[in-house]
């Protein structure tokens, strides 16, 4: 599913707070940290129904029979592996999106280098590509994803396109119903770089600002454009 590197930079390290004196907290923590960077890893060499708790644990260092005091299954490995690669590009698209007077165009274009930089050119895009690759064998990892990622970051869209079109931005029925096609060439990168990027290389940069033109190009032609 592609090459990536254990230890992951995306898994975010959540320190333990500075007022816990066990130093037993803080080694369980560091476990788990460990465990979650080298998930991602397994789950890509692997594949989801290939993928062994005990694997994860050798390749992080940690005993066998301790890895489930920290995570119950597979299913809740990719999960909060989602949760920790995922979860703060959410956040950073809900702090722009809560910007009441962004123009549509400026929104995506935030988008769009939000997810070249921190999703597209990073190991993010491994997520992505398991879930694609793996989600119609395994809906539980599909369901899980579309409701904490792909639900959310619809739902943000939904409420910036419909006020675009209010401000005649967005075509009415364009953006404002399907904002789905937002997420479409974001989709199509990381399938394009796992199976034809070394025979065919996409400049992702220049691909986004194409279709964000391209998205906005009805904008203020009404309904029967």
């Keep these: 599913m592609g090459n990536i590197q254990l230890g992951s930079p995306f898994v975010p390290i959540r320190p333990v707070p500075a007022k816990t004196p066990l130093r037993r907290q803080e080694a369980s923590e560091e476990r788990r940290e460990a465990i979650l960077a080298v998930g991602l890893a397994v789950f890509s060499a692997d594949g989801f129904a290939a993928a062994k708790l005990d694997d994860a644990a050798t390749k992080a260092g940690v005993a066998k029979g301790r890895i489930y005091l920290h995570l119950k299954d597979r299913q809740d490995l990719f999960e909060?592996?989602?949760r920790g690669a995922m979860e703060p590009i959410i956040e950073q698209l809900e702090r722009v999106a809560e910007l009441p007077d962004l123009p549509t165009d400026a929104l995506l274009a935030k988008l769009?280098?939000?997810f070249q930089s921190q999703v597209l050119t990073t190991d993010r895009r491994f997520v992505i590509r398991l879930?694609?690759?793996?989600?119609?064998h395994f809906p539980e990892i599909a369901s899980f994803?579309?409701?904490e990622v792909v639900s959310r970051g619809l739902a943000l869209l939904k409420m910036n396109t419909t006020r675009g079109t209010a401000r005649d931005e967005v075509a009415p029925t364009d953006l404002a119903y399907f904002p789905h096609l937002v997420f479409a060439p974001l989709a199509m990168d990381v399938m394009w770089d796992g199976l034809f990027s070394a025979f065919e290389p996409i400049d992702i940069g220049r691909l986004l600002s194409a279709h964000r033109q391209t998205l906005l190009g009805n904008a203020g032609r009404g309904s029967n454009a």
């Design 131 to 136: 879930v694609l690759t793996e989600g119609v």
């Design 112 to 114: 769009f280098e939000l």
């Design 145 to 147: 994803y579309h409701r």
């Design 80 to 82: 909060q592996i989602v």
